[in-house]
């Protein structure tokens, strides 16, 4: 079939060729967000295999009790259809010529262009352009170029669609329905369940007189426009949306003039800009965030350039840190793929990125796990523990657990799979207490650490009660857990769940140290004395005779298959055609980065032939079956310094949503944590920084193909630019109020430096 | 563009051309249906302008409070994606020839052919076959023929689709997707607000060996077969569907046997033959239909044939005559317009079909009005009446009113446009008891009277404080109603519906004399001194000077406009893009037959030049945008003797849903009442039969156009043969138990026959 994408240069991809059955793959990568809402990438033509999606952050719904919160579909705007003399102008219709649709990941404009020939002559040159503002997080604008050859009739018709469901589930009522001072559409309703208020306000600009028919059907309010064209005229349509809900920050509940008034005041102004004033407007916000923390690869090829870009893109399209309330999702609002639910994705593959370059956005993220506290304490009661367990998947702060309860199909007994992840996956509640401290390490921002004593107090008191004890071990186990590799269910003593509490646990205890009076009130000392006796027998797998820590108490054990056959398939999770979830639970097989993963979080725990041993054994047996695996062995093969390893991994991350290999596998979004995963490879692998709470170091190890890497980061709020060559790194403060000495550790040596330093290697 | 449908024969019409914009017309006019169930029929493959429909008669649902109950669209089976050698077969990719796909009116089957070739050179032969049984209510069988040229793979993937919902509404829950014995596909689950369960059974036969891969996705359970074709072989997949419902009369609420268990078993028996077999027990229960009441137009020209056959089959398809509890939508079950809701169309319009010729079905129609009289008795109560208010628009019998409340735009407020029908339109309360007893006078079942007694009661309960007392004019008067005309809203004394109003009195006085014991225990002294009084002082409207019988009290003074250009309009309703509702208020046009329908009801009440006046003032001033219109106009052009008239009408009628220029007309189903109206016209207006509590009578015209007219009806349960052509009439009782003489109003002579009779005239 070959593939229909061509990457362009460092910030463009471009679809080349249209192909009905590969719509899903360019809504998805193609996708055009701000962080308050985001669009897929569909057509205005209508084709069968698209998914059109709209997605506002914190606008959740249930469909019934029999089904999961999860982002509610929007109302289509985008689905606009146009007639020539009558005659649909589609793609497979007619004669196509020039096709191509642009995606430039600078400033998240699309742009596609072809040039249609309908069955009675007409020659027609369209472009559609697209973006989603940065500028203005509510507004989304489109413009449609049309240049015809002759005398002809053009007819558009347009509006708000309110018949898009999740996959059949409606979330939307019908809702209020107005045209108002002739010209504005307005689509007012609520959310089912959730009954979060929403205001959709369009309007169409058009550069020639129209005649124009206005229509309402069930749930869509449309327009159409005709105009008579002359022979070699272009005309220009242009519509604005705006979106506005009870969830916005400014919304009143008491005061329904926001949804429903001010927006179409709002609408007027807008329309009085051309799409071209806007769109730039929305570019220089965009350059505002890229100039805060720039990023460049030299190399001959521009790929991974690309694919870097493409990961800053797509995380500042779908994060809400606009607002504490919210958090990312793991598709992020890119598909209904996830429901919106925010996992441990955030804290261990993504957060680094906002606190490294965007520390105020990054506090957000963790305030939404403050936040949260209360639904997470609630789901430690209801399951039987103290303090605060975090929800597996969580959406709305006062939800809680959100995991769904079945998966795909069972091969075997012909019922869907059980989903356990949300009864049993525990270690995120120690991801989150690690990525928030990871935070104040980085920063510095020790007034922040304060905040965070109830929750670690909290999720403590978790673990605390979580454990297990083993009177003839004489020490504390977890039992009954998934840990990241999710091909063993049920398991006790996974490695990387019990390192994590005991992290907890001792992050609490030092909190409370620092802290006592803010401690007092939360704990009592009975449970202290839990969180100290359990700190201190917990028990934490060592690594056997062969240097290898088992990944739990049963999984050296299990029997081995060839992998062969699902390491070389192009999709992923093929292994589920042939076994299912009881039978992979006895096999030695990953889907991701386990053991692995806890080792490169704790890096300086571990020798170095303990983590190459554990390498040699668990890389085989990992079918990477998780967009979250490759990133983590990218940085686990620097670790043991196989650059070469390390950088045929990071390539294959490209492959995840951008390649053309495998077209199908960001149909339901993209990949929100392999995003995070790629600026930890550029920054915290390939360019070798650190920073913990031994300070600040540096060992960057360049692939081959690089001959330069440059990037910008904040140490605690001292802004950085570390410029790295294949023999020597400069490290240079950018002017900022603190002028004192930096300590850093290049390598194994200790460097002192002020303003700029240039070192050797 | 021009037109792709053509007329074969007298019961088949093929769609000659694939058109994509097209696609909702054949939906609509090939449905398929048993009365139980009934399919669009949506193709295989998936396009942009399709909208795919099954429903089930009485399974409704309400999407939340703010709608209102409707048939629920079921998940689709139709749905079936084919590749060959991983290229899909769509009529827009590849190229394609010899396309048609045909509709059998007299069996039920539709046949689509066409010659797909693949961008890889594959030529393959297509055939679909498809039918809803009428021997197994609960059957749906497909059948797919593929020959190939040449080695290639051919994927099927079929399943049952759960994401299909009523324009965005959707109306089931997830619910329970299963695999059972590896090969049949079971969805087990429930209308989310009325909590009907039901559930869908499908498998899949091939004449070849496949590899099956199986998957669950949300609301969807698929199947996909690979199968390695040689060259010039042909493969045969057939998908048999067998749907059951929490609304069955065999379902026991107790037991979900019936729906999870006994299903597959009877899928499993099913299986067992093969699809010809199938389809030739269903097409003997079509014949066995057709055998019970045969009418042949002979003539040059088939149309008039086809257009009654066309009638016939839909009004079999979408009539649920299996089960008192439900009733015929006004636009079957052939797509969501209407809802799948009740209107008066079935007593006036279909209603007499039955009665004439299938008795039992018509007392099951019946029956469904009698089982919703309590809701109507709590309808009448909730707008402050007594008795028993027939809702407008009515669905499950315990529903009540259930008509929208809003419709399409406000060309002047740009809000939507209150549906004023259900609260206003109380003409239907006299049109229940009007076709309960023409139902008696046909078939002269008079132990079915007695069943009548207490509706009759209580519906001229409800008239008899529906009234007003004009004590200026000493008379009673009915106020505020809409007519049939439906352009005039709150109207005072519509002649229709005063004269509606009026038989409902009388009829139920009448009942009361004939069943004193019965009707005692319902009605007090009290009501009935105010049913006699209300019936002797009702106002009703008598000709004015010039013969004109007034609409209301108010239209003839309304200001008149010239109608041409919507005489003209192709499309109906295109008044509505000029003026909105409160305008046309002010106008005399008429949506449709008003008074003149009152006249053809009651035709021996009023003289021949009574009724020439009222034609000629009311037909020019009728848009007939209504379907109801033509057919009754037809008639009534038939009482004037005008037979070119009524002839030409009559063949207007065909451009409902047949034309080949409007194709649009039937987008959202097809027009029930129009249908009944065609047998109307065929049998009792050029036929000239006439029954009523006078007897039989004949006074056929025929058109020009037909040599001969044989038609079969029942007569107080004695079945007759009439032939007719234009010089002579023949009327022959079939054999039956009862030999005594009939007594015949043949034009204006009295006759009487014994088994046969020949009239010349």
Redesign the interface.
């Known amino acids: 079939?070959g593939s229909t994408i061509e990457y362009m240069d460092s910030h463009q991809v471009k679809e080349k060729q249209f192909r009905?059955?590969l719509l899903l793959k360019y809504e998805s990568i193609m996708a055009q967000g701000n962080g308050y809402l985001e669009v897929r990438n569909s057509l205005e033509?209508?084709?069968?295999s698209g998914s059109k999606g709209m997605f506002v952050a914190g606008v959740f719904n249930k469909?019934?009790e029999?089904?999961v919160t999860e982002l509610a579909n929007f109302p289509d705007v985008v689905s606009t259809m146009i007639k020539i003399d009558?005659e649909?102008v589609?793609l497979?219709?007619g004669t196509m010529k020039n096709y191509s649709r642009t995606m430039d990941y600078s400033n998240g404009q699309t742009i596609r262009q072809f040039e249609w020939t309908g069955s009675k002559g007409v020659v027609a040159k369209f472009s559609f352009k697209r973006f989603v503002s940065m500028a203005n997080k509510h507004l989304l604008a489109n413009q449609i170029s049309i240049e015809v050859d002759q005398m002809c009739v053009v007819e558009i018709t347009s509006g708000i669609d309110?018949?898009?469901?999740n996959?059949?589930?409606?979330h939307f009522?019908?809702g209020e329905?107005?045209?108002?001072q002739?010209k504005f559409l307005q689509l007012v309703t609520e959310t089912?369940d959730t009954k979060i208020p929403i205001s959709i306000n369009c309007t169409h600009v058009l550069t020639k007189e129209s005649k124009k028919?206005?229509?309402?059907?069930?749930?869509q309010l449309m327009e159409t426009h005709q105009v008579s064209m002359s022979a070699n005229t272009t005309l220009d349509f242009v519509k604005y949306t705006l979106v506005y809900t009870g969830r916005d920050k400014e919304y009143d509940a008491n005061e329904m003039g926001y949804l429903k008034s001010a927006s179409i005041e709002e609408l007027s102004t807008i329309e009085e800009k051309t799409y071209d004033e806007h769109f730039n407007e929305s570019k220089r916000a965009w350059e505002m965030l890229w100039n805060a923390a720039p990023i460049t690869i030299t190399a001959k090829e521009f790929q991974d350039q690309l694919l870097l870009n493409f990961a800053r893109y797509h995380i500042h399209a779908m994060s809400p840190i606009h607002d504490a309330r919210m958090n990312i999702g793991a598709k992020g609002m890119t598909g209904?793929g996830y429901k919106g639910h925010t996992f441990w994705d955030t804290e261990i593959f993504i957060l680094p990125y906002f606190s490294y370059n965007y520390p105020e956005s990054a506090k957000s993220l963790i305030h939404y796990r403050l936040k949260t506290l209360e639904a997470a304490e609630k789901n430690a009661k209801e399951n039987g523990y103290k303090g605060a367990q975090y929800p597996w998947e969580s959406a709305w702060i006062t939800d809680g657990e959100v995991t769904p309860k079945f998966g795909?199909?069972d091969?075997v007994s012909?019922?869907?799979t059980p989903v356990l992840t949300g009864e049993l996956e525990h270690h995120v509640t120690g991801d989150v207490v690690f990525g928030a401290h990871e935070y104040v390490s980085i920063t510095g921002d020790e007034s922040f650490k304060e905040e965070l004593v109830e929750m670690a107090i909290q999720c403590a008191k978790f673990w605390s009660t979580r454990v297990k004890w083993q009177e003839e071990k004489n020490r504390y186990e977890i039992h009954q857990v998934i840990g990241p590799d999710e091909y063993t269910e049920h398991v006790d003593n996974n490695a990387y769940t019990n390192y994590l509490a005991s992290y907890s646990l001792r992050l609490a205890l030092q909190l409370m140290e620092e802290f006592p009076d803010r401690a007092k009130k939360m704990i009592t000392s009975e449970e202290y004395d839990d969180l100290i006796a359990v700190n201190q027998a917990l028990y934490l797998p060592t690594p056997n005779e062969r240097g290898i820590i088992p990944q739990d108490d049963t999984f050296l054990s299990k029997k081995e298959i060839d992998l062969d056959k699902y390491h070389k398939a192009t999709q992923v999770l093929t292994i589920l055609?042939d076994y299912n979830m009881d039978q992979i639970n006895d096999l030695q097989v990953l889907k991701q980065a386990d053991v692995l993963l806890l080792l490169l979080l704790f890096p300086e725990s571990f020798s170095q032939e303990i983590k190459q041993a554990n390498w040699d054994y668990y890389y085989p047996r990992t079918l990477h079956d998780s967009s979250l695996s490759k990133s983590t062995h990218c940085n686990f093969a620097l670790l043991l310094n196989d650059v070469d390893t390390a950088y045929k991994l990071f390539q294959s991350i490209f492959d995840i949503d951008l390649s053309g290999e495998n077209m199908h596998s960001s149909d339901d979004g993209i990949h929100a944590a392999s995003l995070g995963g790629v600026w930890q490879n550029v920054v915290l692998g390939f360019g070798g920084l650190r920073i913990n709470k031994n300070g600040l170091s540096l060992a960057p190890k360049l692939p081959r193909n690089w001959d330069r890497l440059e990037y910008v980061i904040k140490f605690k709020k001292r802004k950085m630019t570390v410029t790295i060559t294949h023999d020597q790194v400069e490290i240079r403060e950018d002017s900022g109020e603190d002028h004192s000495e930096i300590e850093l550790l290049f390598f194994d040596r200790k460097e002192v430096f002020k303003d700029k330093l240039t070192l050797k290697y």
Not at 167 to 170: A, D, N, T
Not at 177 to 180: G, I, L, V
Request: no cysteine; hydrophobic share 15%; glycine share 10%.
């Open positions: 079939m009905e059955d033509e209508t084709y069968q469909y019934s029999e089904e009558g649909t589609k497979t219709n309110g018949r898009i469901t996959s059949g589930s409606q009522e019908e329905k107005r045209f108002h002739d089912s028919n206005v229509f309402m059907k069930r749930r209904e795909g199909i091969v012909g019922k869907p055609n």
